[in-house]
């Protein structure tokens, strides 16, 4: 229960972290929810830890109008905590989904220490954002001492607890979407109960028009070795009428062609049969929210 | 925990076979090998540092081949101890003439389906601590693993052809 040695820097600067871990070898410690752990059971041993939690640049929650997305986006710094969105008012108000997605993660405690971009470059696939993140189409905004890149989503988790992020790179800020109005939204999550982690977990945005179902995302979270877009069940449901039939036909569709993970606490058949129930939820939520 | 599976990959059945038997393409695909040597017809020694996320884990193991039925199938016995935890493995791995679907081959679609199918076991903290998340790092690797061994079966087939 007690690490191992390690050099510990706390720098105060995103300049000062970006030469820090510009060799490669510092492990970057954001709120430690899943990093501490590991080391106290030696599970990691890094040598060096550098500690983010002193750079005020990257807690920044903002609006900004143009660039990433064509509605505007929210700028959400790597160091934002789980309460903090929340919690927020703009979050709440301008992508309500992620606020959700946020309040369902594991207890009040790691919602107060963890952070989004720790979350994200961890890559858990139980973790809770991604399926929101996969839902939003969202950018993860990356940075080294040499330059910055902006990826999608999809392509920034690569596997189970694998990102494209490279050992002199930090995760910067999420940037998601500012909801167009009329958006209905949910995250369904049947959690684990002991730790709090997604058996599996769906967040959906629907928009409707004129009786029809115009658009849908949905992103899933806990089933395979990676979050993903469940892009069946969207195209099925999109241009129905959104009935409950219509809902039940495509969320059956949300495990197919998946490979699916299996626990202790979950079979991989359980899992695709839970996967199809909490789609089944989170659409009827969303679309009863949609107007 | 079972796993199994099966992996396309754009190379001719004798040649995948081959492949999955050369020490140094096995060292070279498998991620994280640091060193792997001959110590007896069909068996290994292997030296391995898994990285996934944060944890570091410096195994040193051994891999046996059994039940040579070249080039159709062979028997994958794997063992291995560090200080995070200990693993053990056992699979058949069958490999069956396939159309390459996707990807670059010089072979044209002429491939070979890799099927696997084997239980491992894995102990120690690592087990205690990580069930949640075994079977998906494990596939993961084994992903990993025939990625690599296609990239390099495609460089080896392109330095047999091209000198």
């Given at each position: 229960?007690?690490?191992?040695?390690?050099?510990?820097?706390?720098?105060?600067?995103?300049?000062?972290?970006?030469?820090?871990?510009?060799?490669?070898?510092?492990?970057?410690?954001?709120?430690?929810?899943s990093?501490?752990?590991?080391?106290?059971?030696?599970?990691?041993?890094?040598?060096?830890?550098?500690?983010?939690?002193?750079?005020?640049?990257?807690?920044?929650?903002?609006?900004?109008?143009?660039?990433?997305?064509?509605?505007?986006?929210?700028?959400?710094?790597?160091?934002?905590?789980h309460?903090?969105?929340?919690?927020?008012?703009?979050?709440?108000?301008?992508?309500?989904?992620?606020?959700?997605?946020?309040s369902?993660?594991?207890?009040?405690?790691?919602?107060?220490?963890?952070?989004?971009?720790?979350?994200t470059?961890?890559?858990?696939?139980?973790?809770?954002?991604?399926?929101?993140?996969?839902?939003?189409?969202a950018?993860?905004?990356?940075?080294?001492?040499?330059?910055?890149?902006?990826?999608?989503?999809?392509?920034?988790?690569?596997?189970?607890?694998?990102?494209?992020?490279?050992?002199?790179?930090?995760?910067?800020?999420?940037?998601?979407?500012?909801?167009?109005?009329?958006?209905?939204?949910?995250?369904?999550?049947?959690?684990?109960?002991?730790?709090?982690?997604?058996?599996?977990?769906?967040?959906?945005?629907?928009?409707?028009?004129?009786?029809k179902?115009?658009?849908?995302?949905?992103?899933?979270?806990?089933?395979?070795?990676k979050?993903?877009?469940?892009?069946?069940?969207?195209?099925?449901?999109?241009?129905?009428?959104?009935?409950?039939?219509?809902?039940?036909?495509?969320?059956?569709?949300?495990?197919?062609?998946?490979d699916?993970?299996?626990?202790?606490?979950?079979?991989?058949?359980?899992?695709?049969?839970?996967t199809?129930?909490?789609t089944?939820?989170?659409?009827?939520?969303?679309?009863?929210?949609?107007? | 925990?079972?796993?199994?599976?099966?992996?396309?990959?754009?190379?001719?059945?004798?040649?995948?076979?081959?492949?999955?038997?050369?020490?140094?393409?096995?060292?070279?695909?498998?991620?994280?090998?640091?060193?792997?040597?001959?110590?007896?017809?069909?068996?290994?020694?292997?030296?391995?540092?898994?990285?996934v996320?944060?944890?570091?884990?410096?195994?040193?193991?051994?891999?046996?081949?059994?039940?040579?039925?070249?080039?159709?199938?062979?028997?994958?016995i794997?063992?291995?101890?560090?200080?995070?935890?200990?693993?053990?493995?056992?699979?058949?791995?069958?490999?069956?003439?396939?159309?390459?679907?996707?990807?670059?081959?010089?072979?044209?679609?002429?491939?070979t389906?890799?099927?696997?199918?084997?239980?491992?076991?894995?102990?120690g903290?690592?087990?205690?601590?990580?069930?949640?998340?075994?079977?998906?790092?494990?596939?993961?690797?084994?992903?990993?693993f025939?990625?690599?061994?296609?990239?390099?079966?495609?460089?080896?087939?392109?330095?047999?052809?091209?000198?």
């Amino acid at each position: 229960m007690i690490p191992q040695n390690f050099e510990y820097s706390a720098p105060t600067s995103l300049k000062e972290a970006l030469a820090l871990i510009a060799k490669g070898d510092a492990k970057v410690l954001a709120g430690g929810m899943s990093l501490i752990p590991l080391m106290k059971l030696r599970l990691a041993a890094p040598e060096h830890v550098v500690d983010l939690s002193r750079i005020a640049d990257l807690k920044s929650v903002h609006e900004d109008g143009k660039g990433e997305f064509p509605g505007g986006a929210l700028h959400l710094g790597a160091l934002a905590t789980h309460f903090e969105i929340e919690s927020s008012a703009l979050v709440r108000s301008k992508c309500p989904l992620l606020a959700e997605v946020a309040s369902n993660i594991g207890d009040v405690q790691v919602r107060n220490v963890g952070t989004i971009g720790g979350s994200t470059a961890h890559a858990d696939p139980a973790a809770d954002y991604p399926a929101g993140l996969m839902a939003l189409e969202a950018k993860v905004h990356l940075t080294t001492a040499k330059g910055e890149r902006t990826l999608p989503i999809d392509q920034f988790i690569v596997d189970a607890l694998s990102t494209a992020l490279k050992p002199n790179e930090l995760v910067r800020e999420i940037i998601v979407p500012v909801e167009t109005r009329g958006t209905g939204f949910s995250y369904q999550k049947l959690a684990q109960p002991a730790s709090g982690f997604a058996v599996v977990g769906v967040a959906a945005r629907v928009r409707k028009s004129a009786g029809k179902v115009t658009f849908v995302r949905v992103g899933v979270t806990g089933l395979a070795g990676k979050a993903f877009r469940a892009t069946r069940v969207e195209k099925l449901l999109e241009g129905t009428s959104g009935s409950a039939a219509d809902i039940q036909k495509a969320a059956a569709q949300a495990a197919e062609g998946v490979d699916a993970n299996t626990d202790l606490h979950a079979s991989a058949d359980y899992r695709r049969q839970m996967t199809k129930v909490f789609t089944a939820r989170a659409l009827t939520q969303a679309l009863s929210r949609a107007d | 925990m079972k796993v199994g599976g099966s992996y396309t990959l754009p190379l001719l059945r004798q040649r995948a076979h081959e492949l999955l038997q050369d020490p140094a393409i096995l060292a070279r695909c498998m991620p994280g090998c640091e060193d792997l040597k001959k110590i007896g017809p069909d068996e290994y020694e292997m030296q391995m540092k898994v990285v996934v996320s944060a944890v570091q884990g410096l195994f040193a193991g051994k891999v046996r081949i059994t039940d040579q039925k070249p080039p159709e199938s062979f028997r994958l016995i794997v063992e291995g101890s560090g200080k995070v935890g200990f693993m053990k493995g056992d699979g058949l791995l069958t490999l069956v003439p396939a159309t390459v679907t996707t990807g670059v081959s010089i072979l044209g679609s002429e491939g070979t389906e890799v099927r696997y199918e084997g239980d491992v076991q894995v102990g120690g903290t690592l087990a205690g601590v990580g069930q949640r998340l075994l079977d998906s790092t494990a596939k993961m690797i084994i992903r990993k693993f025939f990625e690599k061994l296609a990239e390099a079966g495609a460089e080896t087939e392109q330095a047999a052809i091209v000198p």
